[in-house]
C-alpha cells in the first residue's frame, strides 16, 4: 500500500517541528503532572479528574504520532523551482471570479497547512486543483459541490 505525502511548505514543516517539540516536552510534563495529582486522589474507580487526564493524555500521544507520521512523510514544497507564471502548490494566486470585479488572493498550501480564514487552500481543494499547473491570464472552470463556475488566473507568485 503506497503511502501518503503530504505536502508542506517549509514554513509549515518547521511549525510542525516546533508544535512536536512543545507536545513532547512542555505539554507532556504538564499531563504527566496532572496524572499525578488526580492519582492522589485516592480511589480511581471514580475519580473524574483522573478520567480526564487519561483522555487529555491520549490525545496528546495520538497528535504527537500524527504530527511524527506527517513529518516522517512530507514533501517540502521547493517554491523557489517553480515555473514563473504558472500555479503550483507554494503559489500566492490572485483570482477573478466570472461576473465579478473583486480579485481575491490565496496562497496553494498541502492539506495540512490548509487555513481558509487566511486565504491558505489546499491543493487537495476544488479552486486549487482546477487551477494547478495552469498560466497567468488562463480562465478555468472549478467543479465544487456548490456547482461549477469560472475562475481567471490574474497573478501567480
Do not use: W
Not at 509549515?12 to 512543545?22: C, P, R
Not at 499525578?36 to 483522555?55: I, P, Q, V, W
Not at 487552500?121 to 469560472?150: F, M, Q, R, T
Amino acid at each position: 500500500m503506497k503511502q501518503k505525502e503530504f505536502f508542506l511548505t517549509s514554513e509549515g514543516f518547521l511549525e510542525l517541528e516546533t508544535e512536536l517539540n512543545y507536545l513532547k516536552t512542555d505539554k507532556r510534563e504538564e499531563v504527566l503532572n496532572t496524572l499525578k495529582e488526580a492519582r492522589s486522589l485516592g480511589d480511581l474507580s471514580e475519580n473524574s479528574e483522573y478520567d480526564n487526564a487519561r483522555e487529555e493524555q491520549g490525545k496528546l500521544e495520538g497528535r504527537i504520532k500524527e504530527i511524527e507520521y506527517i513529518l516522517e512523510h512530507a514533501v517540502i514544497i521547493n517554491e523557489e523551482a517553480s515555473e514563473k507564471g504558472v500555479v503550483n502548490i507554494g503559489s500566492t494566486v490572485k483570482l477573478q471570479y466570472e461576473g465579478e470585479d473583486d480579485i481575491e488572493e490565496y496562497k496553494i498550501v498541502g492539506s495540512q497547512e490548509a487555513d481558509p480564514f487566511n486565504n491558505k487552500i489546499s491543493n487537495e481543494s476544488p479552486i486549487a486543483h482546477a487551477i494547478l499547473n495552469k498560466k497567468i491570464g488562463s480562465v478555468v472552470e472549478v467543479s465544487s459541490p456548490d456547482g461549477v463556475y469560472k475562475v481567471k488566473i490574474i497573478d501567480v507568485a
